[in-house]
C-alpha cells in the first residue's frame, strides 16, 4: 500500500534538502577551487610584473622573499644551482609541485610539505622562478567555503522545515477527511461530521467541496442500499408467491387419476421449470444483497443438503437412461449458509441432467470438496474456458436454456468463498468441482 499524503510530501521535502545540500556542497567546493587558482594566479602575475619591472631599472632589484613568496633568478649561462631541485626543469608557466619533505625552522622536530606554486618566466636571457606557498590561501578560502557552506545548509533545512510545516498544516483538513471516510460503515454512514459546520477551521475551499461532494455521494448511496433492502424484500415475496401457487396447482392436477399422461409430462415439466425459476431467483436475490448482509451463516450437514438436491433431480431423470448415485467419503459439517450450497449443487446437477443423454450423474462428498461427475457430452478446451461466461451456451439447440446457471453458481462461489472449477473432456464427461475450504 502506498504511503499517505502526509508522509508522501515528507519523503519529497527531504528528498529536496538532500539534493539542495548535494548542489550547495558541489557549488562551494568548485567555487572555492576557482576563487583559489584566481587569487593565486593575480598574486604570482602581480609579484612577477613588480620584479620584471624593477630589474630593469636596477639590475641589482631584489628578489622577492617573504613567508609565503620565494623567488630565484637564473642567469645566462649560470646553470640552474640557485634553484632548489625540484623546480629545474619546470616549463615556462604556472605548476603546482609539492616539495620534499624538510624540518620546519621554527619547529626542527616537525616536517613540513605544503603545496606551492611556481611561476617561471623567461625574459632574454633570464629566466625567474617565483614560488607561491598556497597553504594560508588553501586554510582561509577553506574555512570561508566551511562556513559558506554550514550557514547554506541551515538555510535551506530550516527553509525546508518552515515550508514542510506549512505543507502538512495545508494539507491537515485532507487528511482529517480520509480518516473520518475511512471509518464510516458502508450502510450507516454518519455524514454530520463533514458538514460545513464540523470541519476544521484551517479546511479551505477545496476540502470543503470535497465534503459536500462525499455527502451528496453518501446520501445517493443510502438511497441505493435502502431501495436493494425494499426490492429483496418485496421481490422474495412476490416471485415465490406465483411459483407456490404454480406448483401446488400441477401437485393437484398430478394427482388426478383423470390427468392424461401427456398432461402429465406436460405438468412434470411445468414442475420442473418453477423449480427452476425458484432456485434462480434465490441466486438472483443472494447476489443483490450486499456481501456484508448476505444469507445467516450457521452449522450445517453437507451430505444432507447435497442428497436433497440429488432427490429433486430424480424426477427430472426419469424419462433418460441415466443413474444418479451419491458417494459420501465423509461429508463435513461446515459452517456457512446451507441455502447458497443448495443452489450451486442443485445448478451443477441441473447442468449434468441437461448434458448426460446417458450413462450416469455421480455425487462425491469429502472432507474439503464436492464433485459432481457426469458422462455426458464432455466440452472442448474453447468451450471451457467460456464456460463461466453469463449467457454463453454450449447447447444452442435449446433456445430455452439461458446459459446461467454455472456462471450463478461461480459468483455464487466467490461470494461465500466456496470456488468452483470445471475439468472437462469431449465426449466422457464433466466434472464440476466446490472447494469447501480456502
Same mark, same amino acid.
Given at each position: 500500500m502506498s504511503p499517505g499524503l502526509p508522509r508522501r510530501i515528507k519523503l519529497a521535502f527531504i528528498m529536496q534538502a538532500m539534493l539542495a545540500s548535494i548542489v550547495i556542497t558541489g557549488g562551494v567546493l568548485v567555487t572555492g577551487l576557482i576563487v583559489r587558482d584566481s587569487v593565486i594566479k593575480e598574486r604570482l602575475d602581480a609579484e612577477a610584473s613588480t620584479f620584471w619591472a624593477g630589474r630593469a631599472a636596477d639590475p641589482a632589484y631584489p628578489l622577492p622573499k617573504t613567508a609565503t613568496l620565494t623567488g630565484y633568478i637564473v642567469p645566462s649561462g649560470d646553470g640552474q644551482r640557485a634553484v632548489p631541485e625540484y623546480m629545474r626543469g619546470l616549463p615556462a608557466g604556472r605548476h603546482r609541485v609539492t616539495p620534499p619533505k624538510a624540518p620546519r625552522p621554527d619547529r626542527a622536530f616537525r616536517e613540513r610539505s605544503i603545496d606551492e606554486v611556481v611561476l617561471v618566466e623567461t625574459r632574454g636571457a633570464d629566466t625567474f622562478y617565483l614560488s607561491f606557498e598556497s597553504g594560508h590561501i588553501d586554510r582561509a578560502i577553506g574555512l570561508t567555503g566551511l562556513v559558506s557552506l554550514l550557514l547554506s545548509l541551515l538555510a535551506t533545512y530550516l527553509v525546508t522545515w518552515l515550508t514542510y510545516r506549512t505543507s502538512k498544516r495545508l494539507v491537515a483538513p485532507v487528511s482529517w477527511l480520509a480518516g473520518v471516510v475511512s471509518r464510516w460503515d458502508p /450502510?450507516?454512514?454518519?455524514?454530520? =461530521?463533514? +458538514?460545513?459546520? $464540523?470541519?476544521?477551521?484551517?479546511?479551505?475551499?477545496?476540502?470543503q467541496q470535497l465534503a459536500e461532494a462525499l455527502v451528496g455521494l453518501t446520501d445517493r448511496v443510502a438511497e441505493f442500499v435502502q431501495r436493494e433492502r425494499d426490492f429483496t424484500r418485496d421481490a422474495s415475496h412476490e416471485l415465490r408467491t406465483p411459483l407456490t401457487v404454480i406448483r401446488m396447482a400441477t401437485d393437484m392436477l398430478l394427482a388426478d387419476p383423470n390427468t392424461l399422461p401427456a398432461t402429465s409430462r406436460s405438468l412434470a415439466r411445468m414442475q420442473r421449470a418453477g423449480r427452476d425459476m425458484e432456485a434462480v431467483i434465490d441466486a438472483f436475490l443472494i447476489l443483490a444483497r450486499e456481501a456484508d448482509v448476505g444469507p445467516q451463516d450457521r452449522e450445517f450437514d453437507v451430505a444432507e443438503v447435497v442428497r436433497e438436491q440429488v432427490? /429433486?433431480?430424480?424426477?427430472?431423470? =426419469?424419462? +433418460?437412461?441415466? $443413474?444418479?448415485?451419491?458417494?459420501?467419503?465423509?461429508?463435513?459439517?461446515?459452517?456457512?449458509?446451507?441455502?447458497?450450497?443448495a443452489v450451486m449443487v442443485g445448478n451443477l446437477l441441473s447442468n449434468a441432467a441437461h448434458f448426460t443423454h446417458l450413462g450416469r450423474i455421480q455425487v462425491r462428498m469429502s472432507a474439503d470438496q464436492i464433485e459432481v461427475i457426469d458422462s455426458g457430452i464432455g466440452m472442448d478446451p474453447t468451450t471451457l474456458a467460456k464456460a463461466f461466461t453469463p449467457f454463453y451456451r454450449a447447447d444452442i439447440a435449446h433456445e430455452d436454456r439461458k446459459g446461467m446457471g454455472l456462471a450463478i453458481t461461480r459468483r455464487l462461489g466467490d461470494r461465500v468463498g466456496w470456488s468452483v472449477k470445471l475439468r472437462s473432456q469431449p465426449g466422457k464427461g464433466t466434472t464440476a468441482t466446490i472447494r469447501l475450504v480456502p
Open positions: /450502510r450507516e454512514s454518519d455524514v454530520t =461530521a463533514i +458538514k460545513a459546520a $464540523s470541519l476544521p477551521r484551517d479546511a479551505g475551499v477545496e476540502v432427490e /429433486r433431480m430424480q424426477p427430472r431423470l =426419469a424419462d +433418460k437412461p441415466v $443413474s444418479i448415485e451419491v458417494l459420501d467419503e465423509g461429508a463435513p459439517a461446515v459452517v456457512g449458509s446451507p441455502h447458497v450450497l
